[in-house]
């Protein structure tokens, strides 16, 4: 399975920021679209990901308090990505290496989607409920052994 497949039953729904956007306003739009991460945008590319693991780091360094900073200084600069093409296997692998939730989709410099760890655990159990219903299916449809 592609990340191509997972995105088409996700839908296109992205949320963007760019980097100079209040770290206040980027924490509301996260609550209120009740959601774990930012694309952050400048110029048209993508610059880096905001996720709520920046944010708790945030306020811890800040004893609890967001802060009057923008994005730039808290969102991760250096995002791993993937390409619609990329194997949900491949994924898996990123994801766990790099302690990473969600991971942007990008091709030849276009911003196809967010994958998140959530995404894949779904698409990979759904894939294998389907296999384990078709062996289910043909072991009771298995023929009878002729005593020949």
């Given at each position: ?78 995002p791993i990505t993937i390409t ?65």
């Open positions: 399975m592609k990340v191509s497949e997972i995105l088409k039953v996700k839908g296109d729904i992205l949320y963007t920021v760019t980097p100079d956007t209040s770290l206040t306003e980027a924490v509301n739009t996260m609550a209120e679209k009740d959601i774990g991460s930012l694309v952050v945008m400048e110029f048209g590319e993508l610059v880096g990901m905001l996720t709520f693991r920046e944010v708790i780091k945030t306020l811890y360094e800040n004893k609890g308090e967001i802060g009057a900073s923008t994005v730039r200084k808290h969102m991760d600069d250096h619609p093409d990329t194997e949900v296997n491949e994924v898996r692998r990123l994801m766990l290496e790099r302690h990473a939730r969600y991971v942007p989709v990008v091709g030849a410099k276009t911003l196809y989607g967010v994958i998140s760890f959530y995404d894949v655990a779904k698409a990979v159990f759904e894939a294998q409920s389907f296999e384990n219903k078709m062996l289910k299916a043909y072991i009771r449809d298995w023929p009878a052994e002729s005593d020949e």
